[in-house]
């Protein structure tokens, strides 16, 4: 994988810059661990903490502190055409999916909302696939596909 053994020999030792590069990494996988970590508590937070049937409200509460915090930090406002963009992509982004994921939250069962949760992301490959430039990767290597065959039966 990494060439020959004195190769590996060499890029094990702690002199290394990859080895040292390694130990640097950990913050980062952590801090990285954190988003789909909180992510997943969205259902857990809404069904068992939040008022019933509050959709809005909800999600007022989880987008306006991050936003406010956000602007506190960069203190800058949109300019020009940015303000029609940044409207556009609040409504989209903050304004729409988060009362639809509150909703679903409230109204779906935990076992289906794990389900979609799930697909979703499936759901955007496939979609992709309808954009002119983007096709399917499909790796060739049969020890990728026994691989991953055998993580995916666990």
């Known amino acids: 994988m990494y060439g020959s053994p004195a190769r590996r020999r060499a890029a094990s030792t702690s002199n290394s810059p990859r080895a040292t590069n390694r130990s640097a990494l950990v913050p980062v996988i952590a801090l990285t661990a954190l988003a789909p970590i909180s992510w997943g ?3 857990a937070v809404t069904t068992e903490f939040l008022p019933p ?5 909800t999600a007022l509460l ?18 020009g055409a940015w303000w029609w963009k940044a409207t556009v992509l609040g409504a989209l982004n903050i304004g729409a999916f988060f009362p639809l994921l509150f909703l679903s939250a409230y109204r779906l069962p935990g076992g289906m909302a794990a389900v979609v949760g799930s697909v979703g992301p499936l759901f955007v490959a496939g979609l992709a696939t309808l954009l002119p430039a983007v096709r399917p990767y499909a790796p060739c290597s049969p020890e990728w596909r026994r691989r991953w ?4 039966s666990c």
């Not at 049937?53 to 409200?57: G, I, S, T």
């Not at 956000?70 to 949109?78: D, F, I, K, Q, S």
């Open 149 to 152: 065959a055998s993580v995916s």
């Open 62 to 79: 989880r987008a306006l502190p991050a936003g406010l915090v956000l602007l506190a930090l960069t203190r800058v406002l949109p300019r």
């Open 41 to 43: 508590t969205t259902y």
């Open 53 to 57: 049937d509050r959709p809005l409200f």
